[in-house]
């Protein structure tokens, strides 16, 4: 049966599309997608049939999708091993040290309880008592001149504290009583009295 020569296109006849089919139908797969690369790197128009056009432009695009979901993850771990291997540096650690203030809380049986760093600068901790066993002094032995006394408090009972150079790097911390009301005492701490000391550097 002729095809109306009216439906075809301009310049277009029943030859030329018979030309085209069979061009397309004789193609194996592999020319047909070469075919569709060069006209795609040409800039070229696409004249395949709409069948392989849609499964290899849907193809593409999932590979497209995939390789950057991949590329993604990828960056990701890579990102998150990175952090992980930073804060775990040991320059790392050594300047989050130099930040934080240095803290030691021990007791008047001269324990330490928490080290935050503290002893890193102390070389030692010792708790004077009287003849009746109350605490009389506390001197901190610095391993390094320290200007500023560090700041010693109770977290136990209350002292007035006093704080003066010892001998060498030493601060010595004189620990008075302090007398309190008989309306503000309730229970009376009778444990080891614990201590906090801060370091300033």
């Not at 030691?104 to 600068?121: A, C, H, K, P, R």
């Not at 060498?168 to 005492?185: H, N, P, V």
Request: a negative charge; one cysteine or more.
């Amino acid at each position: 049966m002729k095809m109306n020569q009216s439906k075809f296109p301009p310049n277009w006849d029943e030859k030329r599309v018979k030309d085209v089919l069979a061009h397309y139908e004789s193609q194996s797969e592999d020319e047909a997608i070469a075919e569709d690369e060069s006209a795609y790197e040409e800039g070229g128009e696409k004249n395949m049939n709409d069948k392989k056009t849609g499964s290899y432009g849907i193809g593409k695009i999932a590979i497209w999708v995939f390789g950057i979901c991949a590329t993604l993850a990828s960056l990701d771990i890579y990102v998150a091993w990175k952090i992980e291997r930073t804060i775990n540096s040991p320059a790392i650690i050594e300047k989050v040290k130099l930040q934080i203030r240095p803290i030691v809380i021990f007791d008047e049986n001269e324990s330490v309880l928490v080290d935050s760093v503290g002893m890193q600068y102390l070389e030692d901790i010792k708790a004077v008592h009287d003849e009746n066993r109350k605490l009389k002094e506390i001197i901190i032995i610095p391993k390094v001149h320290l200007s500023i006394a560090p700041i010693l408090e109770s977290l136990d009972e209350e002292f007035a504290v006093t704080s003066k150079r010892g001998k060498k790097f030493q601060w010595i911390y004189e620990m008075g009583s302090i007398d309190r009301l008989a309306l503000t005492s309730s229970a009376e701490h009778s444990g080891i009295n614990r201590f906090r000391i801060e370091i300033i550097k």
